[in-house]
């Protein structure tokens, strides 16, 4: 391994590009810390730091062998700006819409659009049984126990971003598979049961 210390940037990418993990390895430690600084410097969150860094890393050994690259020091910089401003458009939305879902009016159903949504709830729980069994474990956590993203992360042992991940893989399953329910819902609340 110390001879791969001596060797440069461009020297260890063409090596990394054909596999070489003691190469991709020595890029890792040159770098990780001057990214994790860049990431930290603006989320204020080591464990985000720490997974977007991982992400950036990932992604350059995912490609290694199609990614042309002149300065590496600037590519991963680059890469690692970008993901942390993904993380906060992200989080923005997630705040924007977790403020959107407390200040909205509740809409008072009849007995009988109460039965039309109890019926849409056991589709949307039927839904979720269909998710893989983390993905359903995640989810459940999070919403029949209200748990945190960190709570259930320490619960369960993996990372946050695997959390949020599962969370948006569960969100976007069931967003698909029950798109007409929503619709229902919406006609409910505007015209009650006139229109049944």
Same mark, same amino acid.
């Given at each position: 391994?110390?001879?791969?210390?001596?060797?440069?940037?461009?020297?260890? $990418?063409?090596?990394?590009?054909?596999?070489? /993990?003691?190469?991709?390895?020595?890029? *890792?430690?040159?770098?990780?810390?001057?990214?994790?600084?860049?990431?930290?410097?603006?989320?204020?969150?080591?464990?985000?730091?720490?997974?977007?860094?991982?992400?950036?890393?990932?992604?350059?050994?995912?490609?290694?062998?199609?990614?042309?690259?002149?300065?590496?020091?600037?590519?991963?910089?680059?890469?690692?700006? *970008?993901?942390?401003?993904?993380?906060?458009?992200?989080?923005?939305? /997630?705040?924007? *819409?977790?403020?959107?879902?407390?200040?909205?009016?509740?809409? /008072?159903?009849?007995?009988?659009?109460?039965?039309?949504?109890?019926?849409?709830?056991?589709?949307?729980?039927?839904?979720?049984?269909?998710?893989?069994?983390?993905?359903?474990?995640?989810?459940? *956590?999070?919403?029949?126990?209200?748990?945190?993203?960190?709570?259930?992360?320490?619960?369960?042992?993996?990372?946050?971003?695997?959390?949020?991940?599962?969370?948006?893989?569960? $969100?976007?399953? $069931?967003?698909?598979?029950?798109?007409?329910?929503?619709? !229902?819902? !919406?006609?409910?609340?505007? !015209?009650g049961n006139s229109c049944f």
């Open positions: 391994m110390r001879e791969y210390h001596s060797y440069d940037n461009n020297t260890l $990418l063409g090596l990394m590009s054909k596999s070489n /993990e003691l190469a991709f390895t020595e890029l *890792y430690n040159r770098f990780w810390q001057k990214l994790l600084g860049i990431a930290y410097s603006r989320l204020q969150d080591t464990q985000l730091a720490e997974d977007i860094v991982q992400d950036v890393f990932a992604s350059l050994w995912n490609n290694r062998e199609k990614v042309e690259i002149d300065s590496l020091e600037n590519y991963l910089a680059s890469a690692t700006k *970008y993901l942390v401003l993904a993380t906060i458009k992200r989080k923005e939305r /997630e705040r924007l *819409y977790n403020n959107h879902s407390f200040n909205s009016p509740v809409i /008072e159903l009849s007995i009988e659009s109460s039965l039309h949504y109890k019926r849409i709830l056991e589709k949307v729980n039927m839904e979720v049984e269909k998710l893989p069994e983390r993905c359903r474990l995640i989810f459940k *956590y999070s919403r029949n126990n209200g748990m945190p993203i960190n709570s259930i992360a320490k619960e369960l042992h993996i990372s946050p971003k695997t959390v949020e991940n599962q969370l948006n893989k569960a $969100l976007k399953h $069931l967003r698909t598979s029950i798109k007409t329910f929503y619709s !229902f819902i !919406f006609i409910l609340a505007l !015209f």
